[in-house]
């Protein structure tokens, strides 16, 4: 079993303690599982980063196929953009409520209310930059990610016109579908996105500090509420026990073709599983079917531990 070891990638995150991964062999089953499903993903424009935590959070294997190639981020990105506001807002000052500006954004996916969070937070944030580059610096600095926004120009957003230069779209930050290179405003890697889950989720366990505990169960408790209307692909496979954020764009809207993304996490007996999941210029069906190939192969884990 691979251990936990406590790193410091800024002032915050040394306040933090952040748990990071040491593999060691891998286990002979996450094997298994991983050529299940890398013979499943094989020729798809997909990537997957998939952990397994015991019970008592400790790390025992992680599978990693396409993991650092870029796709388009759509809105998974609130997810930490909701831990970035509950650490940087006073606690009486938080509006977490249905009808605030981060509500919105995070629930129910408004793209012009995640803008306001931006602004809202980047006025207390001491950081300098702009909206968009404090918010990068955040998950870069203090998360430990090297994803990050160029942009959010959504019309009625006040974040429109504000851009970081450091993530504009160029040769080596594009995305590849069926061979050919897109450049994209947005982009992350699945191993990103896992990396920020984990975060939020594990690092209410490992901090020293209330404030880090408190900020991380709000944004956990946000990320738990399912949308009224809609089901994201995981909980669509999967309807009880996540905690996560999707994030969809139809072909219309990316030069990709559709984007199909979803991170979080599954609750079942003995552990937890955290599953990053990307996809671009596939068609909704098919991301469904590779959830669920994903979810045979979590059951299939289950199985040998009982």
Known sequence: MSGISLVAFSPLNRVLAAPVYQPDEEPPIATEIRQNLEAVLADKNMALDLRYFDNTANEHW???????????VASCFKAFEALYYF??????????????????????????????????????????????????????IDVGMWGGLFSWDWEGSPTVGFTDPRYEPNEFRRVWVDGEPYLIRNVFTAADLA?????????????????????????????????????????????????GKDGILPATDVATGRVVNDVGIVRIEGGEYLIAFMSAGEN??????????????IEFHQSMLA
């Open 284 to 297: 909704e069906q098919t991301a469904i079917a590779m959830l669920e190939s994903i979810f045979e192969q």
């Open 62 to 72: 992680r599978i990693q196929i396409n993991a650092f190639s870029f796709f388009p």
């Open 195 to 243: 990396r920020g889950m984990d975060f939020i989720n594990r690092g209410e366990i490992f901090t020293q500090f209330d404030r880090f505990r408190e900020a991380a169960r709000a944004t956990k408790a946000l990320l738990s509420i399912p949308a009224p209307t809609y089901r994201s692909p995981i909980e669509r496979v999967w309807p009880s026990g996540y905690m």
């Open 87 to 140: 650490l940087n807002t006073p606690r009486d000052l938080w509006q977490a409520d249905d009808g605030s500006a981060l509500y919105s954004a995070v629930v129910h996916s408004a793209n012009v209310a995640a803008g306001r969070v931006l602004t809202d937070v980047a006025e207390r944030n001491p950081a300098v930059g702009n909206p968009i580059e404090r918010f990068n610096d955040f998950l870069r």
